[in-house]
């Protein structure tokens, strides 16, 4: 478990992923959701004493879970803070990354913050996930976005049978797989390592259950 920021960049150094530009990068990010937060809250104000923690090491560990190559971009539903959209697009530079967000001040600090640090691959999906044209996607990431059940219902579309779905879920995470019903499924529950008790929904989906006649 990572338990302080210490350990939070520890971890970090110890990715494939990381080098001098991502680590600048992280940096010059980890500074602007600082600024940002006194302009709106983006994230909960006592978080920000634990960023790389709570927020930047929270999303990297779901990288630990998808190959470097993935067929098609990595999406990712309600992003809000730009969390793990922004974190996944600074390591990993040359996937792109699709963040969806529907709300306008959101919409414009991600849109800044992703062109003050370069990510050229990134891009930002100002709309409802209703209203997102349909695209295949290699990895889909939402991080407290809806319930399960309901975001699959929302987005089952954009995946594939190959497409790793990566859903951190807090405590409730075993909860809401094994409520989960309608679907094929090879998702499994994976421990958090930022947050003790808290769960990642990790794995792929093979599309609605047929209705019995």
Known sequence: MIADEAQAHAWLSSLPEWDDLA????????????????????????????????????????????????????????????????????????????????????????????????????????????????????????????PLDKLLDLSARFSTTDTVWLLPKGARAQHELDALGGWNHMFHVEQSLTEPGAGIIVGTLSGRKARKS
Request: glycine residues 8%; aromatic residues 4%.
């Open 23 to 146: 680590r600048e990068r992280l940096e010059r990010l980890a500074n602007l959701l600082r600024e940002e937060n006194t302009r709106q809250n983006l994230v909960s104000g006592p978080s920000l004493l634990e960023v790389w923690r709570r927020h930047i090491t929270d999303s990297a560990q779901l990288l630990t879970y998808v190959l470097r190559e993935t067929e098609g971009p990595w999406l990712d539903l309600g992003t809000g803070a730009g969390f793990p959209g922004l974190v996944i697009a600074i390591l990993r530079p040359e996937t792109p990354v699709c963040m969806v967000e529907s709300r306008a001040r959101r919409i414009d600090w991600l849109e800044r913050a992703r062109s003050e640090l370069g990510l050229e691959k990134a891009e930002v999906i100002g709309e409802r996930l209703e209203r997102v044209p349909d695209r295949k996607a290699g990895a889909i990431s939402a991080r407290a976005f809806a």
